[in-house]
């Protein structure tokens, strides 16, 4: 799957308001390098860069097109391609950052040990994914794609992504390396102009993955079966807006000197 920058900031500042939120939680960080794991298109690496400016910061991504667009937002911050699920982080950082990104990676819980291993001593790991499997912009895709007009093309395909396990489950993870562990939900309620943009939020993140297993012809069909789903699920308000109820979950561990 390729990345949209332009679609994903075309809500740049809902998209930004809980990496506002994850790092304001952040204590001051020992001296080590820093890192935004999912970078993405730079939003949350210039919040890092402004919070801890003496800090040497790297954003890593595993799509070109993100990377572009941070190192176009960003010059003076090094970006590079990873993979996160493999990747072997240098021991002594200061801060692992990451935003909306290991809900992609079924195993993050290794991932999170091996990061909270190779911090410094006061180090801090921070987390934010998304919780939304439950809510009806992510149910109705699975039920668009499950509907007889569209079943035999996701025959055999799993779209959806695995649901987290509990808080304790992550609490339980990083307990053996950390000082201090934090967890918590924040949900927020975004105010849309209508159906049409929320349809529009989620063909940069959640939605993609559907979009992408339908050939090119098939995936406007799609896309206004999906929309009058979501029209009846999210109705207008008195001002003809709708409400996007966002559950977040939030990780902050502090490494123990």
């Avoid at 097109?65 to 990747?87: Q, Y």
């Avoid at 993870?173 to 562990?181: D, K």
């Avoid at 939605?207 to 297993?213: E, H």
């Avoid at 709708?242 to 502090?254: C, E, M, Q, T």
Wanted: hydrophobic share 45%; with cysteine; aromatic share 10%.
């Amino acid at each position: 799957m390729a990345w949209s920058p332009a679609q994903y900031l075309k809500f740049e500042d809902e998209r930004t308001r809980p990496a506002r939120d994850l790092l304001a939680q952040v204590p001051d960080l020992p001296e080590g390098l820093a890192f935004d794991l999912g970078c993405g298109p730079g939003n949350s690496t210039e919040l890092i860069r402004d919070r801890f400016p003496w800090s040497t910061l790297s954003g890593l991504d595993s799509d070109e097109n993100m990377l572009v667009a941070a190192a176009k937002r960003l010059p003076g911050v090094s970006f590079e391609k990873a993979d996160l699920a493999t990747w072997v982080p240098p021991t002594g950082a200061s801060l692992f950052y990451g935003n909306a990104v290991f809900q992609w990676l079924p195993n993050h819980l290794t991932i999170f040990e091996r990061l909270m291993k190779a911090l410094a001593s006061c180090g801090t790991l921070a987390v934010q994914m998304p919780d939304n499997l439950a809510e009806p912009t992510h149910v109705l895709m699975e039920e668009t794609a499950r509907s007889p007009a569209f079943a035999e093309a996701f025959a055999g395909k799993t779209i959806r992504r695995n649901p987290m396990p509990p808080p304790a489950t992550y609490v339980e993870c990083l307990a053996p390396w950390a000082a201090r562990i934090e967890v918590w939900h924040t949900i927020y309620y975004h105010r849309l102009a209508n159906a049409e943009a929320i349809v529009e939020w989620v063909k940069g993140t959640g939605l993609r993955p559907y979009l992408d297993a339908l050939p090119e012809g098939r995936r406007s069909g799609f896309l206004a079966d999906y929309t009058d789903r979501i029209r009846a699920a999210y109705p207008a308000t008195s001002d003809g807006k709708v409400l996007l109820r966002f559950p977040r979950f939030f990780i902050l561990a502090v490494k123990a000197a």
